[in-house]
């Protein structure tokens, strides 16, 4: 008995190694994607830990600043529809996060909320920025978060796009991707083997309406999460504990506070937005019908006025 099932445990194995490398990808030069994917709005910084941070500094240089970042495994792309509605009246700082984008792998690999919240500190240090509101969609509102609470004085205003930070009462379904990220054995996997069908099906998890999930969308995630270090970087990060600093310390976020949020997000669903706005005192809470996880590219004409009137708003 014991020898049939070592053969049949080896035959698995045999199969899963062939499976593997039939569905193998390899990485993407940087180089490769910076041509692709960066273009005449984008710049490079080197900051005092060493890291090349991918930035967009768009709208009149005099005008208030507002620093934007993204979610897990996206890119300062999915601000694009806001720096359309915003940078006439706004200079709108977007930056591709630590293990993101075409900022990509750091010195130090520190993915942690703290880390990327110390990273953001560089990189508008580097920018000699002294005043500004920050904003975050789901992890990077958890970040923009967790800068505000670590570096009190800081920023002016926050806005909260479905943001990380407070888990939901009700289920969630954070999609295949996510899910896989999180399985161990399976997630070493995902180093070599990253189907554009897992982005395209993430996606349409994300986005309440399919039709938003365009194929240029689908080949911007799966190629920039297959720059040279990413996936790796990107490992580590869903290896981490869970970080609750942000949900017990949220109380401590003294600054006008916008928070919005889509009915239809499955990734993080909208009762976690009535516990934002029940531990930050004052904040302001507008919820998205018809919109799921990224409300700034779903309903981006609406989400932008909001942010807009509130920025524009004196305390």
Aim: proline share 7%.
């Amino acid at each position: 008995m014991l020898k049939w099932l070592g053969r049949i445990l080896a035959a698995l194995a045999v199969l899963l190694v062939a499976g593997g490398l039939a569905l193998y990808e390899p990485d993407v030069p940087r180089a490769e994607l910076v041509a692709r994917y960066g273009g005449p709005q984008s710049h490079f910084i080197t900051l005092t830990s060493g890291a090349v941070a991918h930035y967009r500094d768009q709208g009149p240089a005099d005008a208030p600043v507002l620093v934007l970042l993204h979610g897990s495994n996206a890119s300062l792309h999915t601000w694009e529809p806001w720096v359309k509605a915003l940078a006439g009246d706004f200079r709108v700082v977007s930056v591709d996060l630590p293990g993101h984008g075409l900022t990509g792998a750091v010195p130090g690999d520190d993915y942690s909320q703290k880390g990327m919240a110390g990273f953001v500190l560089e990189f508008v240090q580097a920018l000699k920025l002294d005043t500004f509101a920050i904003g975050g969609n789901s992890m990077g509102g958890g970040v923009a978060a967790r800068f505000v609470i670590d570096n009190p004085g800081r920023a002016t205003k926050l806005i909260l796009v479905d943001s990380a930070g407070f888990p939901p009462k009700t289920p969630s379904d954070p999609g295949l991707g996510f899910r896989l990220a999180r399985l161990p054995v399976i997630q070493n996997l995902l180093l070599v083997v990253t189907p554009r069908s897992l982005f395209a099906a993430s996606l349409k998890t994300a986005i309440a309406d399919d039709g938003l999930v365009t194929d240029a969308m689908v080949d911007r995630y799966w190629l920039l999460n297959r720059m040279a270090g990413t996936r790796a970087a990107s490992l580590k990060r869903f290896q981490l504990d869970p970080d609750t600093t942000v949900q017990s310390r949220a109380g401590e976020i003294a600054i006008p506070t916008l928070i919005l949020w889509g009915a239809k997000d499955t990734l993080i669903p909208v009762d976690a937005a009535s516990s934002w706005q029940a531990a930050v005192k004052g904040s302001q809470l507008i919820v998205y019908p018809d919109a799921g996880h990224v409300p700034m590219e779903e309903v981006a004409e609406t989400s932008a006025a909001d942010a807009a009137k509130f920025l524009s708003a004196t305390p």
